[in-house]
Nanobody
Framework: QVQLVESGGGLVQAGGSLRLSCAAS????????MGWFRQAPGKEREFVAG????????YYADSVKGRFTISRDNAKNTVYLQMNSLKPEDTAVYYC??????????????????WGQGTQVTVSS
């Protein structure tokens, strides 16, 4: 029902900034809450941030609060993740995901029905 493609990943120095984008195809984007997850080598995928359908509610993992900001532009079918004050431990593949209206949770993989292919973020020092 929806396809997701992440972009904007790359290599940055510690303390730098990066903005990720997640472009959705189809006509159902506004009907989904959206989330960002990340997975570092050898680690499980973890929740980073989530945003409600209208963008009125946002959710963040403690590890990124105050540094990352999730936003969405439903007219452009796009979700963003602005990442500031990046740390080496932020290095991971970042995934965009979409969940159905019936799902109320935000932080579990199983709360989401659709996933993008991921984009690599590498933070060096």
């Amino acid at each position: 029902q929806v396809q997701l493609v992440e972009s904007g990943g790359g290599l940055v120095q510690a303390g730098g900034s990066l903005r990720l984008s997640c472009a959705a195809s189809g006509r159902t984007f506004s009907g989904y809450g959206m989330g960002w997850f990340r997975q570092a080598p050898g680690k499980e995928r973890e929740f980073v941030a989530g945003i409600s359908r209208s963008g009125g509610s946002t959710y963040y993992a403690d590890s990124v609060k105050g540094r990352f900001t999730i936003s969405r532009d439903n007219a452009k079918n796009t979700v963003y993740l602005q990442m500031n004050s990046l740390k080496p431990e932020d290095t991971a593949v970042y995934y965009c995901a979409a969940k159905a209206l019936v799902v109320t949770g935000w932080e579990r993989d199983r709360d989401y029905a659709y996933w993008g292919q991921g984009t690599q973020v590498t933070v060096s020092s």
